[in-house]
């Protein structure tokens, strides 16, 4: 058996997991793309047969790298919102948030998963997903009473990815978040928020 460095196996597995998975969104941030396995493992300090005990191809690695974002890309989202001044206030924390991540690499993840493996399984999780995520923003334009919040929110989401594209053509996030104030801000101030970008 193996020499385990963690208390018990379990710890043991999570850890080296965790490393894996570290190393893999690190190498996904420089570069853009897909790491391979032998490159994860390498970056991990781990033995390319080990990486095959974690994760059988870079689909399976990928997708386990949306499932560790995931989380904390909602709760990034939720804890912006949370802290806004006024309910008006929460749909501009949720753009600003939304946007900030993906400046921040964390839509690389999903990006490289798509262009790596299409397909009906990828297609249902990024819908699952991105439902999830819209939610407490269907929730506030529900509060805020305004009309049809579900396609309203999915108008919000066409701005958020019209900022993200700004951020893809080489432009600021500053940049990117003073047009998303442009065209969001006159809606919350209209509803008693500010509509500023904090």
């Given at each position: ?42 970056r991990a ?144 101030r209209e509803?008693g928020g ?5």
């Amino acid at each position: 058996m193996p020499r385990i460095t963690e208390p018990t196996v379990a710890e043991h597995r999570a850890a080296r997991e965790r490393a894996l998975l570290d190393a893999a969104h690190e190498l996904l941030t420089e570069t853009g793309e897909a790491p391979s396995l032998s490159r994860v493992a390498e970056r991990a300090g781990l033995g390319r047969t080990t990486m095959y005990q974690y994760f059988a191809s870079r689909q399976e690695l990928l997708q386990a790298m949306v499932r560790d974002v995931y989380p904390r890309w909602t709760a990034r989202i939720s804890g912006a919102m949370d802290q806004a001044p006024t309910e008006a206030d929460r749909l501009m924390a949720y753009a600003v948030a939304n946007v900030s991540l993906v400046a921040e690499g964390a839509h690389a993840v999903g990006s490289a998963l798509a262009a790596l493996a299409p397909g009906e399984e990828l297609d249902e999780q990024a819908t699952r997903m991105h439902r999830e995520v819209q939610e407490p923003l269907v929730r506030t334009l529900e509060r805020l009473e305004v009309e049809s919040p579900a396609e309203v929110a999915e108008l919000v989401n066409a701005v958020v990815h019209g900022a993200t594209l700004l951020l893809e053509s080489g432009r600021g996030l500053d940049e990117a978040l003073r047009h998303l104030q442009t065209v969001l801000g006159p809606m919350v101030r209209e509803r008693g928020g500010r509509g500023a970008v904090a």
